[in-house]
């Protein structure tokens, strides 16, 4: 059984972001008390584009602290990689990356239970948050995405708690597996149809790979990775 202590636990408003001050949610602070994670995420969190973000399949944003030391040789000491936050995620940890964690994978969180539900898909919202107009298509290039939880018990969460491996439910489709089939080895359909059939993962994403099989194409990323020209 893996236990992984919280090394933060974040909530935020929404909040104006960039210079075309665009609502969103990703500046998230730290508490130091209990918080009440619900289907949907943590109470008093926010996001500012509730259609592309938050809701019961991305109800907990979790991202490595592990790659803050990565970004730092890659960009220098930026103030965002000071401590954990840099990327809007509601938990940091240490210990748990895309190479080992998995779809379905199912932890305890507190009195909470949530599932490992899909990679981060990044945006152009990062782009503003680091103001680098490359940020975006640094954080897919890389596979430092970080993750989603879907929640399957309610419960009360501290920054005291740990995650605690209870089940694994497709321990061979990890993150890093998903992330390799949409960003670079981009039409192998054994991958594509493997992630399609993938019960755990999150409704889009397997129909996006089911899109990507039916058209033998890939999308253009333009628009979500360097938004709006």
Known sequence: MTRIPLLSLRIGDVAPLGPKHVPSGIVKSAVDGPLTLSETGFSGDRQGDTVRHGGPGKAVHHYPLDHYPEWRRDFGALPQFASPGAFGENISALGLTED?????????LGTAVVEVS?????????????????????????????????????????PEDDLTLVERRSPGWTLKRIWRAF?????NRTELAGIAALDRLAEGWRTHATRRLESNRVEDWSKRLDGAQ
């Open 183 to 187: 960003y670079v080895d981009t039409l």
């Open 118 to 158: 899909q990679g981060r898909q990044p945006c152009w919202k990062l782009n503003a948050r680091f103001d680098r107009s490359d940020m975006a298509r640094q954080v897919q290039a890389t596979g430092r995405t970080g993750w989603y939880y879907r929640v399957l018990t309610p419960g009360v969460v501290t």
């Open 100 to 108: 080992t964690v998995a779809i379905g994978d199912v932890f305890a």
